[in-house]
């Protein structure tokens, strides 16, 4: 089966502006999940979509958002951004239940100037 | 709510040596535990879990971990390290009753195995 993809990889956007990141899933995973890393914080939890709807949310400002699609693929949105946004923002896929292994893909790095 | 303590942030340790790497966890319902690793540029692979059953689970690459419920710890080994186990690993863990499938992690261990 083919891993988790996400695109694009690498991304440099200004202060202010808006960018879309897009995460597909394992092949029949019906849950995908969003994280950030940074060196400072680690890695916390964004958000969690299942069949499309949001199951879970992390502890973030409205300015980040995302969407599932019906064939499971996401997309997460940062909308006005600040330089604290510079981030790898990782996609994990899974199978329904906490116990589930997670699946993650490379990540997108974003680099806010 | 539930918190990961990785007391260790970053341990080096010579190759063939032995190697542990401590997790705590602080959590007021059950969970599910995790250890991922993660080498330079990539996501976060999976290198074991306890879901329960036998405290001492057996992991890819070598790798076990111990669940100890009365010291909320869940400490990762390895008995002979190799150069490409350089990698940061991070300790996780999932609520047994929660919906989803949402993640708390730890800090990180970055572990630097030279010959």
């Known amino acids: 089966k083919a891993g988790v993809t996400q695109t694009p990889r690498y991304l440099i956007k200004t202060r202010g502006q808006q960018v879309t990141l897009s995460c597909s899933p394992i092949?029949?995973?019906?849950?995908v999940s969003w994280y950030q890393q940074t060196p400072g914080q680690g890695l916390q939890f964004l958000f969690e979509?299942?069949?499309?709807?949001?199951?879970n949310k992390g502890n973030f400002p409205g300015r980040f958002s995302g969407r599932q699609f019906s064939n499971s693929r996401s997309e997460m949105n940062v909308s006005t951004l600040e330089l604290g946004d510079s981030a790898l923002y990782l996609c994990?896929?899974?199978?329904?239940?906490?116990?589930?292994?997670?699946?993650f893909g490379p990540g997108t790095r974003l680099l806010v100037l | 709510a539930q918190s990961v303590t990785q007391l260790d942030s970053q341990v080096p340790v010579f190759e063939e040596a032995p190697v542990e790497l401590r997790c705590n966890y602080s959590?007021?319902?059950?969970?599910?535990l995790f250890w991922y690793v993660q080498y330079p540029n990539q996501g976060l692979q999976l290198l074991l879990k306890?879901?329960?059953?036998?405290?001492l689970v057996k992991g890819i690459n070598g790798f076990e971990a111990e669940f100890n419920k009365s010291q909320t710890s869940f400490h990762l080994r390895k008995p002979s390290v190799h150069i490409s186990d350089t990698a940061e690993y991070f300790c996780?863990?999932?609520?047994?009753?929660?919906?989803?499938?949402?993640?708390?992690f730890g800090k990180g261990t970055t572990l630097s195995v030279s010959s």
């Open positions: 994990a896929s899974s199978t329904e239940g906490p116990k589930e292994t997670q699946y």
């Open positions: 092949s029949g995973h019906r849950s």
């Open positions: 979509y299942f069949s499309e709807t949001q199951r």
């Open positions: 959590s007021s319902v059950s969970v599910y």
């Open positions: 306890y879901l329960s059953g036998s405290t």
């Open positions: 996780a863990v999932s609520s047994r009753n929660q919906a989803g499938t949402a993640l708390i």
